[in-house]
């Protein structure tokens, strides 16, 4: 039987981080896990529950009421968010989650919370895990890591098209600036920010197509798998 690996997926908000672990989960047969979806779902709970994730105490007993599942649909092919029971994985999408989600997830104890489960998943191997501190922090022993990066523009651009789909009020300087804000929260908090694991290959994909980015981790997955 062939060798399982750890794969960790890094990088700045909408570089088609889950497009490629996905691709690469399907591909190896992985499991796939989408870490950004779990602050997400953290800071929906938070919102709707009107929580002040300022006081520390406040936080720590919301999270006791929080329970994070992933739930694979054969409809859509992919695994998607539950929170205590309730498939949210479209209203995660949301920019109203978009805006606050850097916020909740520069918390000590939710990190905490959220890393403790994504370890858990990884036991086993055979896993594909995007986020912004996998390779660092969540898996720093994985065999192959991945750090992606692409031009601002291009980025934003990704996004827009995305999120207008679902609400054609949007606009581009709106994701623009949420891209931009998100990204300095997640490099700058305090607590595990977004960094490139010495160990990690950078894949830029301004300039490639979605085939080439694929044909290049898979080549990499492939050498470490042996
Ligand atoms: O990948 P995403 O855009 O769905 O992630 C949402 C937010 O969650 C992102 O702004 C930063 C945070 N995040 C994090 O801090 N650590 C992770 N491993 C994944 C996401």
Redesign the pocket.
């Known amino acids: 039987m062939a060798k399982k690996i750890v794969i960790t997926i ?1 990088g700045w ?2 570089c088609g ?2 497009t490629l672990a996905k691709q690469l989960s399907q591909k190896l047969g992985y499991l796939y896990v ?7 779902a953290i800071t929906l709970y938070f919102l709707r529950n009107n929580i002040d994730w300022a006081e520390k105490k406040e936080v720590k007993e919301a999270l006791k009421s929080i329970n994070l599942e992933f739930v694979f649909n054969p409809k859509s092919d992919s695994s998607e968010m539950y929170l205590n029971g309730e498939n949210v994985e479209y209203v995660i999408r949301d920019l109203l989650i ?1 805006e606050k ?2 916020d ?3 918390i000590k104890e939710v ?1 905490e919370f ?1 890393v403790a489960q ?1 370890q858990k998943m990884g036991t086993q191997k055979g896993i594909v895990m ?5 390779g660092t922090v ?1 898996f720093p022993k994985a065999e192959l890591k991945i750090f992606m990066t692409a031009d601002n523009a291009i980025r934003v651009q990704r996004r827009f098209k995305e999120l207008y789909e679902k609400n054609p009020n949007i606009t581009v300087e709106e994701v623009k600036d949420n891209l931009e804000m ?1 990204d300095y ?2 490099s700058h ?1 305090e607590v ?1 920010p ?1 960094r490139k694991a010495k160990d990690a290959l950078e894949l830029d994909n301004t300039n490639l197509t979605e085939k080439e980015q694929f044909n290049k981790a898979l080549g990499w997955a492939k050498e470490k798998i042996g």
Request: a positive charge; glycine letters at 6%; charged letters at 35%.
């Open positions: 890094d908000s909408s981080k889950s989408d870490s950004g979806a779990m602050y997400r978009a989600v850097s909740v997830a520069a990190r959220a994504q995007d986020g912004r501190d996998i969540v998100r929260i997640d908090r595990s977004l």
